[in-house]
């Protein structure tokens, strides 16, 4: 097989010609009108419903708190040299060609504004120390390019000084949030949270109604009497999947249910927080915390032993930071958090699947694994999905190593990008992946998060890979014995 360096992406102007996002790019220009969040949804989440009046003043002194609060952010803004070893790793700069969003480009962005205000050259000399207002251009810049990075920290993973962009662009929507400034997708996802208890805003009753209908169809598929429990007190584990599981993603749904019948486990889900997924990461601090700590509630509330989150990769970044947003979790059994892809692979370990798995059954697949960003750059999550893989198929092959694992690149529609009013962004942010699907001839991309499995089917149709995109659990439960 050549070497990934030999393949097409980059090198290959018939397959890789650089794809201009014109509508974004135009709409970009109108300022800070591009997608605002509606009124009635940032009300909800402790957000101003509009650019608030003094919104300079306050979006500066926003970044002071910041740089205060977190030393590593005042160290980003000063110690970049420029070197450019970032500047091509970053998806959107790949897929679009648009030299802002290379990540050194991205982040000056932040640190022009940080040396015009924090910096003495920068107040007395702006022009000569790269230093810019914080102004009405400067904020059309941020609301596009910050809304057009996923936070998935590649770039970090090639920067010699360890440089976090995703914690720059972290920074610049919580002072885009604390002036009023924001997207109507993100909003209207943590709004729904806390309406209904998921990002869907699904109801609880129509929650319940889906989970009877599987154990309906399943019994008629397999006669196997397959439970998907809904508040069910005292049970051992709350499963937090992605809501998106069970509505669109629903094999990944059967694969966490066939799994827990065949170990006997008694576990549940919860009409209070049926929602891995945490959009307060995408937006500020409040709200992830706010958003985190329904999990933690749900499981007190239903008593359960451990709380398990499902195949969702923000979910689990923020997932792993539960004890640090809402206080120690030694109510639970260890290992807290734990991880659906952990969880499988400690009772592969132990023996426990012994007997119970025919791979034989993903024969048709020649599958690869596509690392989420959260759960690879974030969670140390890498060994225990491609365990489950293995355990599963016959066939797996994996895709470069330039491109996987701690160098694995976005879907293109992470951090809070999922939504069609950026659909050009997605699909050039989304090329390098496809790219490198088709350089294995995988027809089956497995991978353990929601949002990569909305975005990347598009993606694959969009650059002309014939793979099928599915859940890592989804393959275990095409295996299982039941
Ligand atoms: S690799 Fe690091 S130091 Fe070099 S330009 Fe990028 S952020 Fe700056
Ligand atoms: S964090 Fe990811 S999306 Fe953002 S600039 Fe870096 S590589 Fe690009």
Redesign the pocket.
């Known amino acids: 097989m050549a070497k990934f360096d030999e393949t097409p992406i980059l090198k290959d102007p018939a397959v890789n010609g650089i794809l201009k996002p014109p509508d974004l790019r135009e709409d970009a220009s109108a300022g800070v009108k591009c997608w605002p969040s509606k009124p009635k949804d940032t009300v909800q989440i402790d957000l101003p419903p509009e650019r608030v009046p003094d919104w300079q003043a306050r979006g500066v002194a926003k970044l002071g708190e910041l740089l205060e609060k977190n030393k590593a952010l005042r160290v980003?803004m000063d110690?970049?040299?420029?070197?450019?070893?970032?500047?091509d790793k970053c998806q959107f700069y790949l897929g679009t060609g648009d030299p802002h969003n290379m990540?050194?480009a991205r982040?000056e962005l932040l640190r022009a504004v940080y040396r015009r205000y924090f910096t003495p050259g920068g107040r007395w000399f702006p022009q000569a120390n790269n230093a810019a207002d914080f102004d009405e251009e400067m904020l059309a810049l941020w609301y596009t390019y910050f809304y057009q990075c996923s936070e998935c920290r590649r770039?970090s993973v090639?920067?010699?000084?360890?440089?976090d962009?995703a914690e720059i662009t972290t920074a610049a929507r919580e002072i885009m949030c604390a002036i009023g400034v924001s997207t109507k997708y993100v909003t209207e996802v943590v709004a729904k949270v806390y309406e209904h208890g998921n990002n869907l805003g699904i109801p609880p009753a129509a929650w319940k109604d889906n989970c009877e209908f599987l154990e309906d169809d399943l019994l008629e598929q397999t006669g196997a009497p397959i439970k998907f429990p809904v508040d069910d007190q005292g049970a051992d584990v709350l499963l937090v999947p992605p809501s998106a599981d069970n509505f669109a993603n629903t094999d990944t749904m059967i694969g966490y249910a066939k799994l827990f019948h065949v170990l006997g486990v008694r576990w549940t889900t919860s009409t209070y927080c049926n929602e891995g997924g945490n959009f307060g990461l995408f937006l500020n601090y409040a709200n992830l915390k706010k958003v985190n700590k329904r999990i933690v509630d749900a499981a007190r509330m239903l008593g359960v032993k451990t709380i398990i989150w499902g195949e969702c990769g923000h979910a689990w970044k923020a997932g792993i930071l539960t004890p640090t947003l809402n206080g120690p979790m030694d109510m639970f059994d260890p290992p807290y958090p734990y991880h659906i892809c952990q969880y499988v692979a400690d009772m592969l370990r132990r023996g426990a699947f012994d007997g119970k798995i025919d791979k034989s059954a993903n024969d048709q697949y020649l599958v690869t694994y596509h690392d989420p960003c959260n759960p690879a750059r974030a969670g140390q999550l890498l060994e225990e999905p491609r365990e489950v893989v293995r355990a599963s198929c016959n066939r797996f092959i994996e895709m470069p190593a330039d491109t996987i694992r701690e160098k694995t690149f976005c879907c293109g529609a992470g951090g809070g990008l999922l939504t069609d009013e950026v659909m050009p962004i997605r699909m050039a942010g989304g090329k390098p992946r496809a790219m490198a699907v088709k350089h294995v001839k995988a027809n089956y991309l497995a991978t353990p998060c929601a949002i990569c499995k909305a975005q990347l089917p598009e993606v694959m149709k969009y650059w002309d890979v014939p793979a099928e995109v599915g859940g890592v659990v989804q393959l275990l439960g095409n295996a299982l014995k039941l």
């Open positions: 980003f110690i970049c040299v420029r070197c450019g070893a970032c500047a990540p050194v982040a770039c090639f920067c010699p000084y360890g440089i962009t």
